[in-house]
């Protein structure tokens, strides 16, 4: 059935030139945010009140990113309490704070194939907005589930719903949330160009506010046996790039305007049998630091767009000497991340299409931590780099992803 999603949707408004909060969006920036302490991401230091919303437009909670959608109603499933979200519009009275429901395609066959239960998720969702006294509802549609072939033969040709029909749920939905004023937008995950074609994306995009387009290597958790090597992440990572998908996107007619370009936050660590664990930007700081102690390889890789500490030599060098130390700090075999510069390279492909922005998932996997600085090669793409580095002054501290959105959107460098 679905798990809701309680995604606070902080799109914060932009210039190019001047970040000011209130002023006429050009760009938004999409914040996604854990409704609890999530045990895997280790995100105890991360709080929402120590966050400058004024990076953010509308804020999103999500109650867990690892797992597929539960069995349970979403409307008595979800604990999380939203006053403490909505409290925070007395301080930033431009904040939007919306609720998703997670759903995988299995979900949305069942909610849109049978008129009582489109009839009752309607009316509950338009109920548990208006109570909880939220901005809008998102649906978090995840398709990473179906990454082998068979599956996803098995549910093009035979489990898919008739587009029509989708159609019309969302048309709906919209038409009723729009009269008590609540947006409806969706995050797509892991989708390729077959299922954007299967869904018809662009009469499906002209009933929401923005549609969110998320790479789905966050979700390789997902599952009981989600332990994947490097090779096969990267795989995955590759196979389709966010960028192809977009460019799919406008070719089929959804607006660029309605385009949201997710960013993941969650790091990857891998230990010398390629296990993989996620790790926040903190973390990865961190490691990093510990990885030029032992001279580990850095470097920027132009295939994936990702950044990555790796060498293996020097790794299992380092086990040996841990053989006879055990309390000797060693860092994974491997770390891949988005840094500020692959960051910086995604808010840049935003500004080059004109869609309406990016967003960052989850913000709670940036560094809360006062351990990142901003790397040199931050700006190493751009056109006009020496410019760039002149116009951004140099900073350290919270918050360093989120903080580089900020700065490649607001920087005054002409790319045309």
């Known amino acids: 059935m679905f ?6 949707s902080i799109l914060s408004v932009f210039q190019l030139n001047k970040a000011k909060c209130g002023a006429t969006p050009d760009k938004i920036v999409v914040c996604h945010t854990l409704s609890k ?8 230091e991360f709080k929402i009140e120590n966050v400058d919303l004024n990076l953010c437009t509308h804020l999103v909670c999500i109650d867990d990113i690892w797992q597929t959608a539960s069995n349970n109603e979403p409307w008595t499933s979800l604990t999380a309490s939203y006053k403490r979200f909505t409290n925070l519009r007395t301080k930033y009275p431009h904040l939007k704070i919306s609720v998703a429901v997670k759903q995988n395609p ?24 208006s109570s909880h006294k939220l901005d809008g509802l998102e ?24 587009k029509d029909i989708v159609i019309s749920f969302i048309k709906e939905l919209s038409r009723t949330l729009q009269r008590q004023n609540c947006s409806l937008t969706s995050s797509l995950v892991g989708i390729n160009k077959r299922f954007l074609k299967l869904f018809g994306i662009a009469d499906f995009s002209k009933h929401l506010n923005f549609i969110n387009i998320l790479p789905k290597y966050n979700f390789l958790n997902h599952s009981e046996t989600a332990r994947y090597k490097i090779n096969e992440t990267l795989n995955i990572i ?9 460019e799919n996107m406008i070719e089929l007619g959804v607006p660029a305007a309605k385009i949201v370009m997710g960013i993941q936050f969650i790091g990857h660590s891998f230990s010398t049998e390629g296990y993989e664990e996620p790790c926040t930007h903190s973390e990865v700081c961190n490691l990093e630091n510990l990885g030029r102690i032992w001279g580990f390889d850095e470097y920027f890789d132009n295939k994936t767009g990702m950044a990555f500490v790796n060498n293996e030599g020097k790794f299992m060098y380092a ?8 309390d000797l700090p060693v860092p994974p075999m491997a770390i891949m991340y988005e840094s500020s510069r692959s960051v910086a390279n995604i808010v840049r492909f935003a500004l080059r299409r004109r869609i309406a922005g990016v967003m960052a998932f989850p913000i709670d996997a940036d560094g809360a931590l006062d351990v990142c600085d901003i790397r040199d090669d931050t700006f190493a793409d751009l056109k006009h780099s020496e410019l760039a580095t002149v116009s951004i002054p140099y900073f350290r501290g919270t918050f360093p992803l989120l903080r580089t959105i900020n700065a490649i959107i607001t920087v005054n460098v002409e790319e045309d």
Request: hydrophobic share 40%; glycine share 2%.
């Open 319 to 326: 086990q040996f000497l841990r053989s006879f130390d055990k």
């Open 3 to 8: 798990r809701l999603v309680c995604i606070l």
């Open 238 to 246: 590759a196979t389709p790039g966010i960028e192809a998908t977009i």
């Open 106 to 129: 299995v979900d949305i066959i069942r909610i849109v194939t049978d008129k009582m239960h489109r009839k009752e998720f309607i009316e509950d969702a338009s109920r548990f907005l």
């Open 139 to 162: 649906l978090f549609w995840d398709f990473s589930k179906l990454r082998q072939n068979d599956e996803s033969e098995n549910f093009y040709n035979n489990e898919a719903p008739d």
């Open 37 to 44: 302490i999530d045990e895997r991401l280790n995100n105890t």
